[in-house]
């Protein structure tokens, strides 16, 4: 079964860092991975996918990169902002059916101004 | 900008009411998604539909149904509630054939106390 993780689960950073998340999965035979950001109370909104072929994908400050060998992603903040305060959370598509989805539990960001 | 709406952000009710969560989506999506999410444990597939009248179990199915009559719409049923559903229920959509690739997009989320 697979199995996602992101260390740490919560962070706090000044405001202006470059910061990076983490996410690893335990069965790197994957399709896609996509991060997402949760503001409190709120849905989930989409930041980023990556498929299986790709290494990296970048919207802006944001870039993400995949190395499925290591089972492993990382999603990094440059130029953080308090806006930029959210949980953010990575899923894992393990197959072709839509429903092998599996999500970490999230990391908590702070940006403090 | 895809749009999945809830239609009921907070909802109180009492243990054994029969309870109705509606998601509508505005993008012609295939598959749409309900998920609980809990401090601790979480997101939860409770049940997906890949086709209208086309429903799979998820990993949470017991005390919930669920009915999609319009590829738009994916309705979360509590046949009767207790308190173990307080959670916090969030509905999904993606456009997706048999393989991969699309993203999924999500709801702002229905907060659901039951007392």
């Known amino acids: 079964k697979q199995e996602v993780t992101q260390i740490p689960a919560a962070l706090s950073v000044p405001e202006g860092e470059n910061l990076v998340l983490n996410c690893s999965f335990t069965?790197?035979?994957?399709?896609?991975l996509q991060w997402f950001r949760q503001d409190p109370g709120k849905g989930l909104t989409s930041l980023l996918l990556?498929?299986?072929?790709?290494r990296e994908q970048t919207s802006g400050r944001l870039n993400a990169s995949l190395d499925k060998s290591s089972g492993r992603s990382t999603l990094y903040i440059a130029a953080s902002q308090p806006g930029d305060s959210a949980t953010y959370l990575c899923?894992?598509?393990?197959?072709?059916?839509?429903?092998?989805?599996?999500f970490g539990s999230g990391t908590q960001l702070t940006v403090l101004p | 900008d895809v749009k999945v709406t809830q239609s009921s952000r907070y909802l109180v009710k009492r243990t054994g009411e029969k309870v109705f969560l509606e998601c509508v989506q505005d993008?012609?999506?295939?598959?749409m998604f309900w998920y609980r999410q809990d401090p601790g444990l979480g997101l939860r597939l409770i049940y997906f539909?890949?086709?209208?009248?086309?429903?799979e179990k998820g990993d949470i199915p017991e005390g919930y149904s669920v009915s999609r009559e319009k590829k738009e719409r994916f309705s979360l049923i509590l046949e009767s509630a207790s308190t173990n559903q307080t959670s916090m229920y969030l509905c999904?959509?993606?456009?997706?054939?048999?393989?991969?690739?699309?993203?999924?997009?999500f709801g702002e989320g229905s907060w659901l106390t039951v007392v």
């Open positions: 999904a959509s993606s456009k997706d054939g048999a393989r991969s690739g699309n993203t999924i997009y």
């Open positions: 069965d790197s035979a994957i399709y896609n």
């Open positions: 990556i498929q299986s072929s790709q």
């Open positions: 899923a894992v598509r393990l197959s072709g059916s839509a429903r092998q989805l599996t």
């Open positions: 993008m012609d999506h295939e598959n």
């Open positions: 539909s890949y086709d209208v009248k086309m429903k």
